[in-house]
């Protein structure tokens, strides 16, 4: 065989090995980002996809339970509850008014099951300008 | 000081201009008044970089709560040690930091070779100028870091205002890895801006030969290193600080610091090809070209919010900027490359598959695969929403299904690509350098298997990780053997004269030996293992060999915080080990925000990772969470060996020339008798 083709083929194996399992990996992981209000409005498999969506965590409406934590995202002038159910403790700058990023699936109820959420604390200072306010993640990778 | 600051970074700006608007008009008119005034601009530009960098820094030791960023980043019982941190702690100071450390490697170069190579220097000096004017226009005009707290008078104009105190410092950023995590890295991304001038100048002024490789080679090590040593500290910070007991988690800006680093470390590699065979040319400029661009997408990815991070900033208005000039970068690139594309002709053709040129070759494809995979799943929510209207993020699987693959591929490439030869390698030398360190991993890997080490990409990545360290080894052993037949010193000794005699082929196999540990550590995180629970004081949870008990909470205080410990005692087959003591902090500034500090047992085998996840607010019992992470400790240890390696590989090489009058002498004497020394004299050079 030449040289040249099993140099081909040897790039081809590695290329096309690593888009498949791209491939898989994406299936798993793919999330969809929604507002909330856009999530009302989706219907049937959309509805079912993971998904990601934003807001600021209503005042007073955290509720901590037992093996889950309760608590409302607004947005748009739309009110979503959320339990979040995941293992990881939730990150010191979730509070009243803070920006969260929730992760999970929209539950039969209407309520949203979140596994991962990310916040972002509230800027009670004046806004001073590139205020910086890195939010801290419940994310846990699988490394 | 503010005005003085600001007034720098004007001046620098103008020097920029003028360096780089006169160093064209002096590679045109090639008048040497002109290119040595450019040069000058240049060097006074980055020394007013340094001015405008110390008044802003010394903005922050007066506590000048006048200035805005000041206040949003500092407060007055702020430590020393996290004043100088707070200078880049926001989007404005840490893009001025990006141009002061782009200033200390451009003033080096521009000292380093003011008498050398002339036809070359002022191509570089050009296009160094050019990527300081694009950060000081940001510095000047777009996110200016001096500016003052106004506040609108009772007559209508705008009147300074000072505050009694500032904001504080970010909780997170308060660690000690914080204070040199980000220097590092952003010495690792302004230092590829070197070898990018290096390339594109030589380009551009059809420099001939490889001269710009030997030229870079050291600034892309130092370049490197850096890179590597921001990626190990802010991955140990994100495992010390975050409390969710990993170090890596595929999120956007640990990704946009990896990328740059996949690149780079390909081409370290791919040089080899062109400087021992003349191939790969254009491929060496790409991976430069796209090395730069990369370091430039990352610091706009760190800043502008695009893909939602950790780190990342709030949404701000620098991101067209970026945009733009990534954009003019990879413009000019392909315009002199198309120019000049006939300078970068092959001067040879690959003659075997097995051989080094072919290694080299699956190398940079891997490193290429791994760069690409990340890069897309970092920009994916940007490129889904362009083509789909639907906005999608992939996670950890995605990254996980094809990084791992592909760096065992590279792990298993590590061992052999260094022991194969150029053009083509015999059968007989194939069994000679591999025939043990395969069966001697063989033989441990199975051991393994049997003591219960049942994952399977674990147990490939120990199996690749024995056989190669068995290999760097093996090497280090024959070299040494040869030295100690003429010298008859110890073996110590003669390793680290055969390390000093080709700096660069065994630093290159200590940084080989550094990755093999940091694969170790990573291995053990398909073992990791957790437990969460309400305690009550005495209360005691189990996780592996070991019983924590709570025995009590107490509170520590601190001019800048007050402290909730747990007093967490440690028990190994029931006899007490340590007290461990995770804690969280709450900042007593205006944000009011908490910190938590992580309590760690590290040792070889595993880390016992304590964190006080709060309080649980039905029973009010304290939350312990604790994590058992087996071989994380080899992470770090890695890290440490890869910068020793780059440090030994950047030194002079001793001796060079005594080498080969020694090497080749008992060679010659005893033929048939010591077959090795001559293929280790032979191997000389090449690394």
């Known amino acids: ?116 959420v990310q916040a972002k604390c509230a800027s009670k200072y004046e806004a001073a300008p590139g205020g910086d306010t890195a939010p801290s993640s419940t994310q846990r990778s699988s490394m | 000081m503010d005005v003085f600051g600001s007034f720098a970074l004007l001046l620098a700006l103008v020097c920029g201009v003028y360096a780089f608007a006169g160093g064209i008009a002096a590679i045109i008119t090639r008048h040497p008044l002109l290119v040595k005034s450019t040069r000058q601009a240049g060097m006074a530009t980055c020394v007013l970089v340094f001015i405008g960098t110390f008044s802003l820094e010394y903005l922050f030791f007066t506590d000048n709560f006048a200035s805005a960023y000041v206040v949003s980043h500092s407060n007055k019982d702020l430590s020393t040690f996290y004043k100088i941190a707070a200078l880049w702690s926001g989007m404005e100071g840490s893009l001025l930091f990006w141009s002061f450390i782009l200033s200390i490697y451009v003033l080096s170069v521009l000292i380093a070779y003011r008498n050398k190579n002339g036809e070359l220097m002022p191509y570089v000096g050009v296009v160094m100028a050019g990527v300081q004017t694009f950060f000081l226009l940001l510095n000047n005009f777009v996110e200016s870091p001096f500016k003052s707290l106004a506040a609108p008078g009772a007559n ?29 890295l952003y010495s690792g991304y302004t230092g590829f801006t070197i070898p990018f001038a290096f390339a594109l100048g030589a380009l551009l002024a059809r420099y001939p030969g490889e001269k710009w490789i030997h030229l870079t080679r050291k600034w892309a090590m130092i370049a490197w290193m850096f890179q590597s040593m921001g990626i190990m500290l802010g991955a140990h910070w994100a495992y010390a600080v975050l ?31 062109q400087e021992k065979r003349g191939m790969m040319k254009v491929w060496n400029v790409w991976l430069v070209f796209c090395t730069f661009m990369l370091c430039i997408l990352g610091t706009f990815l760190t800043r ?45 053709q690959l003659d075997s598959v097995i051989s080094r040129e072919s290694s080299f070759l699956f190398n940079n494809l891997l490193f290429l695969v791994a760069c690409i995979a990340v890069l897309s799943g970092t920009l994916f929510p940007v490129f889904s929403e362009w083509f789909t209207g639907d906005r999608i993020s992939v996670g950890a699987p995605f990254f996980n299904k094809v990084d791992i693959p592909i760096g065992l591929l ?11 030869a150029w053009r083509k390698t015999s059968p007989d ?12 991993a063989a033989v441990c890997a199975t051991v393994a298997f049997a003591l219960g080490f049942r994952k399977p990409y674990s147990l490939i990545c120990l199996y690749l990780c024995l056989f190669v360290a068995a290999t760097i080894v093996l090497e280090f052993y024959r070299g040494a053997t040869v030295i100690r037949a003429r010298s008859g010193a110890s073996y110590p000794a003669c390793v680290i004269d055969l390390t000093m005699r080709n700096t660069r082929r065994y630093g290159g196999y200590i940084i080989h030996m550094g990755m093999v ?17 309400g305690m009550r004081f005495g209360e005691s949870m189990h996780i592996g060999p070991y019983t924590l008990v709570l025995q009590t909470s107490d509170t520590k205080p601190n001019p800048n915080y007050t402290a909730q410990r747990m007093v967490v005692e440690v028990l190994r087959d029931n006899q007490p080990m340590m007290i461990l003591n995770p804690e969280k902090r709450h900042f007593l500034t205006a944000k009011e925000e908490n910190g938590t500090m992580v ?42 060996l890869v910068v020793f390696g780059t440090l030994t590989a950047l030194m002079p090489n001793r001796r060079a020339v005594l080498v080969l009058a020694g090497t080749t002498q008992p060679a010659a004497a005893h033929p048939a008798a010591q077959p090795l020394p001559s293929s280790v004299s032979l191997r000389e050079g090449h690394d």
């Not at chain 2, 009694?164 to 410092?169: E, I, T, V």
């Open chain 2, 156 to 184: 209508g104009i705008m009147n300074l205002v000072a505050r009694s105190d500032g904001n504080g410092l970010n909780p997170l950023l308060q660690y000690p890895e914080m204070v040199i995590h980000p220097p590092n």
């Open chain 2, 410 to 420: 590279i792990l298993f490439l590590t061992g052999v690509g260094p022991l194969l």
């Open chain 2, 429 to 440: 030398s194939l069994k000679r350098n591999f025939g043990w360190p395969l069966a001697f």
């Open chain 2, 304 to 348: 502008s919010g695009v893909v939602s991070s950790v780190h990342a900033f709030a949404q701000s208005n620098i991101g067209p900027w970026f945009v733009g000039f990534i954009s003019l970068t990879f413009l000019t690139c392909l315009v002199a490359y198309l120019k000049n594309r006939d300078y970068l002709k092959s001067e040879n």
């Open chain 2, 517 to 533: 540990f940091v694969f170790v550590g990573l291995s053990g995180a398909a073992f990791n293992k957790d437990v969460q629970k």
């Open chain 1, 1 to 116: 065989m030449k040289k040249q083709a099993k140099f081909g083929i040897g790039i081809s194996v590695i290329v096309v090995a690593m888009g498949f399992l791209a491939w898989l990996g994406y299936g798993e992981s793919k999330t969809y980002y929604h507002t909330i209000a856009e999530l009302q409005t989706l219907q049937g498999s959309a509805r079912a996809q993971r998904m990601r969506l934003g807001g600021t965590v209503a005042p007073g409406s955290i509720r901590k339970l037992s093996g889950r934590v309760d608590f409302v995202l607004e947005g748009e002038g739309k009110k979503l509850p959320v339990s979040y159910i995941g293992s990881d403790p939730l990150p010191d700058t979730f509070a009243d008014k803070a920006q969260a990023l929730v992760e999970g699936r929209p539950a039969e109820d209407g309520r949203f099951v979140a596994d991962h």
């Open chain 2, 243 to 273: 409390g969710w007991g990993g170090y890596w988690g595929w999120d956007p800006v640990e990704n946009a610091s990896l990328l740059p680093w996949l690149t780079g470390t390909a081409f370290l590699h791919s040089v080899m090809m």
């Open chain 2, 599 to 640: 309590a760690i047992y590290s040792t070889l085998k595993e880390d016992l990772y304590v964190v006080f996840a709060g309080d649980d607010p039905e029973t009010n019992l304290p939350v312990i969470h604790a994590f058992l992470n087996p071989l994380v400790k080899w992470i770090w240890f890695g890290g440490v």
